[in-house]
């Protein structure tokens, strides 16, 4: 994978630990965060795929999944507010 110069810096920085190459930290709320919109944007695309199967083949599996998904989602928002207060 190729650096791509970024372009709102007046100069090329010369040495690689300079803020224009450096990768922001994010802390572990972030990452989790991060994790739920993947996991709820891939099962989406995951339907949006499957809409056109019909439920003889896709056993109507799917529905139940997203289910799950978003009821564990709503689980771990519940025990994050636990632990915040």
Do not use: K
């Not at 010369?14 to 922001?24: F, S």
């Not at 799950?68 to 709503?74: A, G």
């Amino acid at each position: 994978m190729a650096f791509m110069y970024p372009m709102h810096f007046p100069t090329v920085p010369l040495r690689w630990d300079e803020p224009a190459w450096a990768i922001p930290c994010t802390d572990a709320v972030d990452e989790i965060l991060l994790s739920r919109l993947e996991s709820r944007i891939n099962a989406q695309s995951i339907f949006t795929q499957m809409r056109s199967v019909p439920n003889v083949i896709s056993g109507s599996t799917l529905l139940q999944e997203i289910d799950d998904l978003e009821e564990d989602d709503e689980e771990v928002a519940d025990e994050d507010d636990e632990q915040n207060q």
